[in-house]
T-cell receptor, first 113, second 116 residues
Framework: ETGVTQTPRHLVMGMTNKKSLKCEQH?????MYWYKQSAKKPLELMFV???????ENNSVPSRFSPECPNSSHLFLHLHTLQPEDSALYLC????????????FGNGTRLTVT | AQTVTQSQPEMSVQEAETVTLSCTYD???????LFWYKQPPSRQMILVIR??????QNATENRFSVNFQKAAKSFSLKISDSQLGDAAMYFC?????????????FGQGTTLQVKP
């Protein structure tokens, strides 16, 4: 399924770099999510946007800054990251109806050196 | 707060056999949704099956079925006639029927190996 597209697929960055992750959905959904997947840990919800408004921020450090310019696009801006931020970052989208499943992208594998 | 627990980090099954993956959850809500997702090496999380808590009938999707025990807060996934392509990490997830975020709460995952 190519309904949710994430770029880049892999990213290596130094701790002083600034980079952005991009997510685009072609499913007509109105909610978008960022999840962090680390080894040996459950997926952690980072941010939720509903109708382009941020409705949840799960105590994520300020070095992660989300942006949702419209219902089809979601960004995660990264700056001054730490090595422990290395993980797989997954974007997802869903319809607004209760119980609608999330549709995920392929993720961005981020390595912070 | 809701939690989801998958107590089997790894499972294996012989091709064409049946395997059951366990999931338990904790919630004080009476209305919610449960999901099983599959994550193959391609990394994309793929929806396998969905269950509505207010429906007693167990959901089924081809070779995949669930055993939903609401009182016991248990939601296991049964894979019948296992195929090599079923090898993946499987995640159980919970979604509240209230609130406006629609977020999923995931378990730790179970890695399924399918032996030829």
């Amino acid at each position: 399924e190519t309904g949710v597209t994430q770029t880049p697929r892999h990213l290596v960055m130094g701790m002083t770099n600034k980079k952005s992750l991009k997510c685009e959905q072609h499913l007509g959904h109105n909610a978008m999510y960022w999840y962090k997947q680390s080894a040996k840990k459950p997926l952690e919800l980072m941010f939720v946007y509903s109708l382009e408004e941020r409705v949840e921020n799960n105590s994520v450090p300020s070095r992660f800054s989300p942006e949702c310019p419209n219902s089809s696009h979601l960004f995660l801006h990264l700056h001054t990251l730490q090595p422990e931020d290395s993980a797989l970052y997954l974007c997802a989208s869903s319809r607004g109806q209760v119980g609608s499943p999330l549709h995920f992208g392929n993720g961005t594998r981020l390595t912070v050196t | 707060a809701q939690t989801v627990t998958q107590s089997q980090p790894e499972m294996s099954v012989q091709e064409a056999e049946t395997v059951t993956l366990s999931c338990t959850y904790d919630t004080s809500e009476s209305d919610y949704y449960l999901f099983w997702y599959k994550q193959p090496p391609s990394r994309q999380m793929i929806l396998v099956i969905r269950q509505e808590a207010y429906k007693q009938q167990n959901a089924t999707e081809n070779r995949f079925s669930v055993n939903f025990q609401k009182a016991a807060k248990s939601f296991s996934l049964k894979i019948s006639d296992s195929q090599l392509g079923d090898a993946a990490m499987y995640f159980c997830a919970y979604r509240s029927a209230s609130g406006n975020t629609g977020k999923l709460i995931f378990g730790q995952g179970t890695t399924l190996q399918v032996k030829p």
